[in-house]
Structure formats: C-alpha cells, structure tokens
C-alpha cells in the first residue's frame, strides 16, 4: 500500500501525551499512533452513518400498531439473537 507523508502541527501538551502512549509501549512510533486515531475515527463514523440509517429507516416505517411491551420484547430478542 503506498503511503503519503504529511506534516502536521501539535501543540507541545499533544506531543507529550503522544510520546507517554510511545513510551507506555502501545505504539513504536509517532505515525502508528495517528494511524491509529485514524482508524478509529473511520470505524466510529461508520458506525454513525450506520444509526444514522436506521433512525431514517424507523422514521420512515411510520407509527407502529404494536404495544411498547411488544416492540421492546421483539427489540430484547433480536439483541439476543445478535449477541449468540
């Protein structure tokens, strides 16, 4: 994979903590741990845009004719399903 090289600016209180996460040993390097905050950042976005959908989804279905009792049951059971 080909990588670019970028420069960026941190403020002396960031690279300190960058290098304590260096020397904790969590990462060999100052690029791993950007890399790093990178990836997470595109996981958690994905998972935003995930919920995201589905609230438009839920919106979009209307109003249910189900009781609260029923559709939280129904919620319990799919999270069960989703759990095994």
Sequence with gaps: ?????????????????????????????????IRDLVRRDQEGQAKLAGLKQAIAEGLESGVSDQSLDAIWAEAETRAGAADA
Excluded: C, H, V
């Excluded at 600016?9 to 969590?26: E, F, M, N, V």
């Design 1 to 33: 994979m080909p990588t670019i090289r970028k420069t960026i600016t941190l403020s002396d209180k960031q690279d300190a903590w960058i290098k304590r996460q260096i020397a904790r040993g969590a990462f060999t390097n100052d690029s791993e741990y």
